[in-house]
């Protein structure tokens, strides 16, 4: 029998460096409460036991034994546990990639498919990393290197979409920490010196890579996010305009009245009166 060689084509992930940043099994019961979140990096989620909600800004996604979830950098979400019923799964978090789905960014940032026929593999390299990072033993940083590489590369080879990574986008720490913040404290007096202090940076260095980082201004992005939780105050209460200003943290109703109508071209009133007629 003739000898056969077989020539290795050039490394498909040579420019993206992938970094396990920690790994993890949870074990959640009804009891267990969680709030939105988010991390800098990409985290993958694999069910081993149970059922459960995870969750983002923009959708809530029912959970069973053997989903895969993986979600993209700066993407806000909680998991949940359903009343009486265990959720059990493995996550890790690592840096360095962002998830395509032919070719465009993943529909919210997030991605999710039942991996039950393949299950053994996706297990055997999850297990295998906890293993690793649990004993510590000589190399291991390496080892579990090699082992997200080939648990990225199983996922991928086995979905039934065309996935696929790419390198992720450089975020800046400090403008994700005052996003963040901004969306937790928006009803409160702020000013660019307050986020600049809560950040420990200069303010002009805030406002100049937030505005390269967000495309608009740490001010007007406190502006845009209390314009949004007016909006949905104004669609789903009676409250008055004023009631509604002064709830979302501007300092007078007037300045909110223009404020919203820079923004929405047109008036606060206005708004609320083409909402309910829509929902008639």
């Known amino acids: 029998m003739p000898n056969q060689q077989y020539i290795i084509n050039e490394k498909s992930f040579d420019n993206i460096k992938m970094n396990l940043i920690y790994i ?10 969680s709030k939105q979140h988010m991390h800098h ?28 979830v993986i979600v993209n950098p700066n993407v806000s979400h909680t998991e949940l546990g359903y009343e009486n019923n265990l959720f059990e799964y493995i996550v ?3 840096e360095g990639t962002e998830f ?4 465009l960014k993943l529909e919210n940032d997030v991605f999710c498919a039942n991996y039950q026929d393949y299950k053994h593999e996706i297990l055997f390299y ?8 649990k004993s510590q033993e000589p190399y291991y940083q390496e080892q579990c290197q090699n082992l997200l590489e080939l648990l990225i590369i199983n996922i991928i080879r086995r979905s039934k979409i065309e996935l696929h990574i790419s390198p992720s986008k450089k975020v800046n720490r400090e403008c994700i ?9 928006y009803k409160e007096n702020i000013t660019l010196d307050n986020l600049a202090e809560a950040a420990y940076v200069n303010k002009y260095y805030l406002a100049h890579t937030f505005k390269k980082q967000k495309g608009i201004s740490p001010i007007n992005y406190l502006l845009e996010k209390r314009i949004e939780e007016a909006k949905i ?6 409250l008055s305009v004023n ?15 223009q404020s919203f109508k820079r923004t929405m071209h047109k008036t606060p009133l206005e708004y609320r009166r083409e909402h309910m007629t829509n929902q008639a």
């Open 24 to 33: 993890s099994q949870a074990i959640y019961g009804d009891d267990w409460h």
């Open 41 to 68: 990096c990409t985290e993958l989620f694999y069910v081993t036991r149970g059922k459960g909600l995870f969750q983002t800004a923009n959708e809530t996604l029912h959970l069973k034994e053997d989903d895969l």
């Open 92 to 94: 890790l978090g690592f």
């Open 100 to 103: 395509y789905e032919k070719g």
């Open 126 to 133: 999850l297990k295998t990393l906890l293993l690793e990072v």
């Open 177 to 185: 920490f005052v996003e963040n913040y901004i969306n937790e404290h």
């Open 233 to 238: 105050l104004l669609r789903t209460t009676n």
């Open 243 to 257: 009631e509604i200003s002064q709830i979302v943290g501007f300092s007078s109703q007037s300045y909110f009245a």
